[in-house]
C-alpha cells in the first residue's frame, strides 16, 4: 500500500488549504483514512480519521471547527480541508490507513507534505 500525500504549501494566516492523500497498491477500500502532524520540536499529533463509510472523528481542539477530513472511496482518496489557517499549523502533515478510523495504530503511513502558514 502506498499514501502519496499533496497540497502543501506556503499561504497566509486566514487562508485555506485543501490536502490530498490517494492510497494505491493493495489498498482496500474498507480501511480507515485519516492525517496527522508533526511540528518541529513537538510529537505527531493526530488530526483526524474516516472509516470507508463516512463515520469521523477529530483529534486535537485545536483544530475542532476549523479542520475537515473526508474521502472520495471511487478515487481511495481522503482530503484535508483546513480554514483559517493560524500560524501554529505549520507542520508536515501525513495521512495514514489503518483498520479503524480513529487510527490507533495506523498500518501504513504516506510521506508528508508540508504546510507553512505566515502571519
Known amino acids: 500500500v502506498q499514501l502519496q500525500a499533496s497540497g502543501g504549501g506556503l499561504v497566509q494566516a486566514g487562508d485555506s488549504l485543501r490536502l490530498s492523500c490517494a492510497a494505491s497498491?493493495?489498498?482496500?477500500?474498507?480501511?480507515?483514512l485519516g492525517w496527522f502532524r508533526q511540528a518541529s520540536g513537538k510529537p505527531r499529533e493526530f488530526l483526524g480519521g474516516?472509516?470507508?463509510?463516512?463515520?469521523?472523528?477529530y483529534g486535537a481542539d485545536s483544530v475542532k471547527g476549523r479542520f475537515t477530513v473526508s474521502r472520495d472511496n471511487a478515487k481511495n482518496t481522503v482530503y484535508l480541508q483546513m480554514n483559517n489557517l493560524r500560524p501554529e499549523d505549520t507542520a508536515v502533515y501525513s495521512c495514514?490507513?489503518?483498520?479503524?478510523?480513529?487510527?490507533?495504530?495506523?498500518?501504513?503511513w504516506g510521506q508528508g507534505t508540508r504546510v507553512t502558514v505566515s502571519s
Open positions: 495514514a490507513a489503518g483498520a479503524d478510523y480513529r487510527l490507533i495504530s495506523p498500518r501504513y
Open positions: 474516516i472509516s470507508w463509510r463516512g463515520t469521523s472523528t
Open positions: 497498491g493493495r489498498f482496500h477500500s474498507s480501511y480507515a
